[in-house]
């Protein structure tokens, strides 16, 4: 959970959550932390999972209200739209908008690259980042696309195939 507070915390300040906040990488962590007490976090996701949005609205946004004082607001909104809306801002020339971060997958991640519409790199100033296995392939990578530091890993999706061996003796 650290590890989430301190991307909220991170992305709040340095993606316009707080446009006054100035550059992150002219602050240490502790500034970071105080900057943005008392802020809202605009937080675009996927919110298709009810376990997710439970997880998310009845567990970390509370947290993060009670040890940071920052409201979280949960907005939904998945890979084109979220595209839609950076470019709509970039070609604005907008400094901050309306997604202060964003809970993405490989696909988007490497729509947002093209368009240079992410933050980073920044996975380096978070206090965890030495627990962050860089060369990790899965990590390393997303949609076949170098991270390098653009993306903080949050989890990892993998497959499996649960088939009965008797019905089934040779799964595909």
Do not use: H
């Amino acid at each position: 959970m650290k590890n989430l507070i301190a991307i909220f915390t991170l992305f709040l300040i340095s993606c316009g959550g707080n446009p006054s906040s100035g550059p992150v990488e002219a602050s240490g962590w502790d500034e970071i932390v105080k900057k943005a007490q008392g802020t809202t976090l605009n937080m675009m996701m996927w919110q298709g999972d009810p376990l997710i949005n439970k997880y998310m609205a009845e567990w970390v946004a509370p947290e993060l209200k009670k040890r940071y004082n920052i409201e979280l607001r949960l907005l939904p909104g998945q890979g084109s739209e979220i595209v839609k809306i950076l470019m709509t801002g970039i070609e604005q020339g907008e400094k901050s908008g309306s997604i202060d971060v964003c809970w993405i997958n490989g696909e988007t991640f490497y729509q947002l690259r093209q368009i240079n519409a992410l933050y980073g790199p920044f996975v380096e100033m978070l206090p965890n980042a030495k627990t962050i296995d860089a060369e990790d392939p899965f990590i390393k990578y997303d949609f076949q696309q170098l991270t390098q530091g653009f993306e903080c890993p949050w989890g990892n999706v993998q497959m499996c195939i649960i088939y009965d061996s008797v019905r089934t003796p040779s799964p595909p």
